[in-house]
């Protein structure tokens, strides 16, 4: 397999995905000859206009919702914080979220700020997960209250692949006058969405999570929901949030969402075959690993595997030499590996959680490359094992 040893394995595409090329020929000429501000009244302006427009249908298209209902932003971080920020000014009279443990730093991060920044003005929730990963319905239930503004619970993990049952749980929030939000930044592409029928009013995605660049992201919020703009300024996306459009990017988004839909069931097929083997070969070749993440309500690219008494980042460091991208569950903050939030939520016993690594494929991935992964990886996993003073097997 020396000539797969040139090139990169790409398996970290949770992290963020390559611009398919389809997406690069669209947006080039937006990139050079049509420069025009779609705002202006000229009718050079006015062409570029009009891929905008083209491009908002098509994201509406992949979720099952109307043009209007989609807001360009800078990011799934920027769409994050204006939909919960948005909730809380449109009550300002209520003062608790309802969130989950195990929600990606965007929100995570927020809700902290909503606590220490206002002098705990802001109450939140945070929803226990089980050893799989899973949240505790009777519990949420019991979490919504008067107070409550608003919800956000992500469509699915970035570090497990776990899918949340969003639709109930927005029909719960519906119920009691509460709003509703999802992450659905790793949902959006790999699954099906149709939001038409549902109880969420406001949904995040983010264009580098779907082979589209990084820098552009939308947040959709349904008709009728009341909304309050995080970035004013001009009066773009009809008052929903300043700032020029990023053209170029969202003319590649609308490009990338009419792929992930023709290419979804090739998701579902051939890139949960090709995780499926790769999980399967790994947890039965090397012994003392483990499935981090619930068996079946799953993404199908997404596998997480801890490999117990070894450091994450050591084993990163050795994939690296042969090439193979991946990501580990542990963050290396100020010298001190400390496991992710998402693994200690679900109870991984701390030398698991140490040593996790989170495979996340595309369609781009080959059965080569999973041969590759799964030649290269028992040998890793044993040499760091030999060096670990923890280790007592063989
Ligand atoms: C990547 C990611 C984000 C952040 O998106 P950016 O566009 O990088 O800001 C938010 N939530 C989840 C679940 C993600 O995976």
């Not at 983010?206 to 995080?230: D, E």
Request: hydrophobic share 35%; net charge negative; aromatic share 6%.
């Amino acid at each position: 397999m020396a000539e797969t040893n040139d090139k990169i394995v790409y398996m970290d595409n949770n992290a963020t995905t390559k611009v398919a090329p389809e997406v690069v020929d669209a947006m080039l000429p937006y990139l050079k000859e049509l420069y025009g501000n779609p705002s202006s009244m000229h009718t050079f302006g006015g062409q570029v206009g009009q891929a905008v427009v083209e491009a908002r249908s098509k994201i509406a298209d992949l979720l099952g919702a109307q043009p209007e209902e989609i807001t360009f932003t800078s990011c799934g971080t920027e769409s994050d914080s204006t939909a919960i920020l948005s909730a809380l000014r449109t009550f300002p009279e209520k003062r608790h979220v309802v969130t989950t443990r195990v929600e990606h730093p965007a929100v995570k991060s927020l809700c902290e700020n909503l606590e220490t920044l206002t002098g705990h003005k802001y109450k939140v929730t945070r929803l226990k997960v089980d050893e799989e990963g899973m949240v505790d319905m009777a519990e949420y239930e019991a979490a919504l209250t008067d107070d409550t503004a608003i919800v956000s619970v992500m469509w699915a993990n970035n570090e497990t692949g776990n899918i949340y049952p969003v639709e109930k749980m927005a029909t719960m929030a519906r119920a009691r006058g509460i709003l509703f939000h999802t992450d659905a930044v790793q949902a959006v592409g790999k699954i099906p969405i149709n939001l038409k029928e549902l109880d969420i009013d406001f949904l995040s995605l983010s264009g580098h999570k779907l082979h589209a660049p990084k820098g552009i992201g939308v947040l959709y919020v349904k008709r009728g929901t009341l909304f309050v703009p995080f970035l004013t300024g001009g009066h773009q996306e009809s008052g929903r949030r300043g700032g020029t459009e990023n053209v170029a990017s969202i003319v590649g988004l609308g490009r990338a969402c009419e792929l992930a839909a023709e290419k979804m069931d090739e998701e579902n097929t051939k890139v949960k075959k090709l995780r499926d083997r790769l999980e399967k070969e790994l947890l039965s070749r090397i012994p003392n690993s483990r499935l981090n993440g619930h068996k079946t309500a799953r993404l199908p690219n997404t596998t997480n595997i801890s490999f117990e008494y070894v450091e994450g980042e050591a084993i990163l460091l050795h994939m690296n030499r042969y090439n193979i991208c991946a990501s580990s569950g542990s963050a290396c903050t100020s010298g001190s590996l400390e496991p992710s939030h998402v693994l200690r939520a679900m109870g991984v016993p701390f030398t698991a959680a140490h040593g996790s690594i989170r495979f996340s494929l595309s369609i781009y991935n080959t059965d080569e490359e999973v041969d590759y992964i799964v030649e290269k990886m028992p040998a890793i996993i044993e040499s760091l094992r030999k060096m670990s003073p923890f280790w007592k097997g063989n």
